[in-house]
């Protein structure tokens, strides 16, 4: 089959390589139709992360079901299928606690893992002709019939817009409160959908880039252009000083100031900042173990410099 490999930093072929095949019971083979390409899809092309060279990139996917194993009951040859970006078992302590993205049982040693990612297992991405999916029936969302019309839409499903909306979750988004979400890019403008969704009375999305923020526009939130540091400024300018009721990080370790460099700990320390004493900030941004192009010796580590003194009244 034909699939994606990442050979080393910003080289990435189209190669042929074996195809996926069933290896347990509980997997099925799904043939790809639609895969997205994430930002976190970028940082591992420009050597961000410790991602093995030869592995197969791409953990947004959807296609159709072509084989399942013996012990596979709820999922069909057939279906239509849609995959969470995170693999999860369905019966460790998390999963069954609803905690998929911390499965225990999919990446021995840690908690969480994903197709074609970085430190996340073993499991080859969906940038391919087909992809082995593990424990089918817990990982595939079976779509209804028609979905081949709306591909575009159904595909949202394995990562952006759930991400998104996690991230109002984590902040414990409640109806009538007031959301500020830095980052305007796909999950961020996910994350103010949601947030609208559920009833935010406002909605500020902060970025340094006016395309983006002409987007959020579009679907009703409020856009704050951060120029010279000032979004932390005029989110407390439009909520009265308080600073909003929760916050949503939808950037990561590769954020950069005003002037294109980056700052991995500026997001979280402006979040803080612009999220009211009590408050909650819910965080999807990627922040990986080791970031080896970093500038920052910190970062290099995984590690920020985070000004924790001032979350004391803030649930991350």
């Known amino acids: 089959m034909k699939a994606l490999v990442y050979n080393g930093p910003r080289d990435v072929s189209v190669v042929d390589v074996p195809d996926a095949k069933l290896e ?7 043939r790809i139709t639609t895969t997205n390409i994430c930002g976190s899809d970028l940082h591992m092309y420009e050597g961000r992360t410790d991602m093995q060279a ?15 194993g013996k012990a596979v009951d709820r999922v069909k040859v057939g279906d239509r299928v849609c995959l969470p970006f995170n693999v999860g078992c369905g019966f460790c302590a998390n999963c069954e606690r609803g905690l998929t993205g911390y499965c225990l049982t999919c990446n021995p040693g840690k ?15 969906g940038q391919a002709e087909y992809l082995r999916v593990p424990y089918a029936d817990f990982n595939c969302l079976v779509l209804p019939k028609g979905s081949e019309e709306k591909e575009n839409d159904y595909v949202m499903l394995s990562d952006v817009f759930p991400t998104g909306y996690h991230a109002t979750e984590l902040a414990g988004l409640m109806p009538g409160e007031t959301v500020v979400v830095y980052g305007a890019g796909p999950v961020g403008l996910m994350a103010a959908y949601s947030a609208m969704i559920k009833g935010a009375s406002k909605v500020m999305v902060v970025d340094p880039h006016k395309d983006r923020l002409a987007l959020a526009e579009k679907i009703g939130a409020i856009a704050i252009h951060d ?19 929760r916050g949503c990080e939808c950037v990561g370790y590769q954020c950069c100031n005003n ?17 009211k004493a009590t408050g909650g900030i819910g965080v999807v941004g990627v922040f990986i173990p080791k970031d080896p192009g970093a500038e920052d010796a910190l970062a290099k580590k995984g590690h920020l410099a985070f000004n924790f003194g001032t979350t004391a009244n803030c649930a991350i």
């Open 227 to 245: 120029v010279e540091g000032s979004g932390v400024a005029q989110v407390l300018e439009l909520t009265k000083g308080a600073g909003a009721d």
């Open 259 to 275: 002037k294109g460099h980056e700052v991995p700990n500026q997001t979280m320390n402006n979040l803080v900042k612009a999220v």
């Open 24 to 30: 347990k019971s509980t997997d099925a083979l799904v």
């Open 111 to 125: 908690a969480g893992a994903a197709y074609g990612f970085a430190g996340m297992g073993p499991y080859e991405g």
């Open 54 to 68: 030869g592995r197969i990139l791409g953990h947004e996917n959807m296609g159709e079901v072509i084989e399942v």
